[in-house]
């Protein structure tokens, strides 16, 4: 157990996250009944066998058995660690992590650096008010309310701003270095950023971890970021991310634009949910971070030539990672327009409405593939269908590779479509014969109120040596001091426990699933009334066994 991580944030955690919501982020979700439906992300199948029960908060697949919480769905879904999970549906559910964590999420020696980034941050927006920078912000049009949102500063002319306010010691100079915020050169220091307006990047928790600067005079580049450091990475951070999931936790669409100043204004005409990388193309890194906090990515690029090359490039990028559940879209403006000038000049429905009937992945992909080989010659068909394979085949999802193959045989005109990868083996079923503790243990589980009847017997079976005795009574236990616990909530108590495998695998309900729900309580209870028989039965035994003969035959 990881110290910060407690039962009670775990639960409190659970409580707030709306699992359906979760993966329906993901997957796409259809209700059946109660509950909802999905094709199995865990293993390839074309009949929905994936189930997702708001009142249990958990998932099974009848398929592969795949099963679990929100935080189980994370680890294996997002290929997260369990800290990161739980990071993770925190800042989704609203809820605050213990200053412990704070202390113990950065290595001892990064919590110096997020404070001088901060402390920077403070200093640059007491600096916005200067005439240079109101003048340069009213000129492309942001509103005050933009600057705070997105706390916009001001590095002021000069060497040494950062350097008089918090450089006052030899350690205070080399934090400022290793922050990125100073530069050493020829046993010279002086402040990387001068006479720039300057846009703080935010990690997903909101701490400051680098800034990029919009240069007002004449030095060049035009725009500057921050170098890597220990808290910075270019090809994983996303400007705009932390305040996009500010504004809505849960984001059915992200736009993925090129300048700070398009996702600033693309939040000021109401289009909330614009992220921008930072001075490099787009990683597969940012799209798995994007999969993970939205259901769709569109990537939007200028119309002109440059444009063209960097979605392109962008697409290629994706193949690797992307799937049919998180679809992806390109926009190319008209040329010589960007985000920011289209949604001034047209309005912020216009723009989402663009957004809406940007072109899918594939209808990109063959399009930019047709342009570069017209298929009007056998030569262009062949080179055609060479990259067109060489692509699709990079696809994880062998499905949605499946279709672009059908599709680029009917482009092609043949008459039978290229095969896709060979499918994993179809999942074995489970064993779901139980002994009578596990049968109670799996129904409890299955609906924790059953244990309110339970509690009311009498508790001879706790003497019983028998496996699973001791989980069953910790279980009662457990759900008698916290009889609002959902199924999610009891199973992540015993995550870290010795039990923790043996609970998950207990929690299956196809374990259970024959067993109709409006028999589970008399189910429940007449498997607890057959062990307290059982251990009235071994308690006489033992008494008969321990008797002397004048006790045996003493009719007395």
Not at 234 to 244: D, H, I, P
Not at 396 to 416: I, S
Not at 482 to 508: C, F, G, K, S
């Amino acid at each position: 157990m990881i110290g910060w991580i407690t039962p009670e944030l775990k639960s409190r955690i659970l409580e707030r996250v709306d699992l359906v919501a979760l993966i329906g982020r993901r997957l796409k979700l259809r209700p059946v009944g109660a509950n909802y439906q999905a094709l199995c992300p865990f293993h390839v199948e074309k009949t929905a066998s994936f189930h997702v029960s708001p009142t249990r908060q958990t998932y099974h697949c009848f398929g592969c058995n795949a099963h679990g919480n929100a935080i189980d769905f994370l680890i294996e879904y997002d290929r997260l660690s369990f800290p990161e999970a739980i990071e993770e549906l925190a800042q989704l559910a609203g809820v605050e992590l213990p200053l412990a964590h704070q202390a113990a999420a950065p290595a001892p020696d990064l919590a110096p650096l997020y404070q001088v980034l901060e402390q920077a941050a403070a200093l640059y927006y007491q600096q916005v008010r200067q005439p240079q920078a109101v003048a340069y912000l009213r000129q492309r049009g942001l509103t005050g309310e933009m600057a705070l949102a997105f706390g916009i500063g001001y590095a002021p002319p000069g060497w040494n701003f950062l350097l008089e306010q918090l450089g006052n010691s030899p350690q205070q100079r080399q934090l400022l270095i290793d922050a990125g915020l100073v530069v050493e050169r020829d046993q010279h220091t002086y402040d990387r950023f001068r006479d720039r307006i300057m846009f703080p990047i935010r990690n997903r928790r909101g701490q400051v971890v680098a800034f990029g600067g919009r240069v007002l005079g004449n030095d060049e580049p035009k725009y500057l970021n921050s170098p890597q450091t220990p808290v910075f990475h270019k090809g994983q951070a996303l400007y705009g991310l932390f305040e996009a999931q500010r504004h809505n936790r849960y984001l059915q669409r992200i736009v993925v634009v090129e300048g700070y100043l398009d996702v600033i204004a693309l939040a000021q005409f109401g289009v909330h949910y614009a992220v921008a990388t930072l001075g490099t193309a787009t990683t597969a890194e940012h799209i798995k971070l994007l999969q993970r906090v939205a259901g769709e990515i569109v990537f939007c690029f200028d119309g002109d030539q440059a444009g063209q090359q960097a979605a392109w490039k962008a697409l290629r990028t994706a193949l690797p990672v992307t799937d049919s559940k998180h679809p992806l879209r390109f926009l190319l403006l008209p040329e010589k327009q960007d985000p920011d000038s289209v949604v001034r000049s047209e309005g912020g429905a216009a723009f989402v409405e663009r957004v809406e009937q940007a072109q899918l992945l594939s209808d990109f992909l063959f399009d930019q593939l047709t342009a570069r080989y017209p298929p009007t010659s056998t030569e262009h068909q062949a080179r055609l269908s060479a990259e067109a394979r060489k692509l699709i085949d990079q696809i994880p999802d062998l499905e949605y590779q499946r279709f672009l193959h059908q599709r680029l045989a009917k482009l092609l005109e043949l008459d039978e479509p290229f095969a896709t990868k060979p499918r994993p083996p179809t999942p074995q079923p489970i064993n779901t014969h139980l002994t009578p503790p596990q049968r109670i243990i799996a129904l409890l589980l299955s609906q924790p109120p059953l244990a309110a009847a339970l509690l009311d017997q009498p508790a001879t079976w706790r003497t019983l040596d028998q496996p699973d005795i001791p989980l069953l009574a910790d279980l009662l236990s457990v759900i008698a001091d916290n009889p609002e616990m959902t199924t999610a909530q009891l199973v992540e108590y015993w995550r870290h426990q010795p039990a923790a495998d043996r609970m998950r695998r207990l929690a299956n309900p196809a374990l259970i699933a024959h067993i109709p729900a409006s028999g589970r309580d008399s189910e429940c209870l007449g498997a607890l009334q057959a062990l307290n028989r059982e251990a009235e039965k071994l308690q006489r035994w033992q008494r008969l066994r321990s008797a002397t003969p004048e006790q045996l035959f003493n009719k007395n």
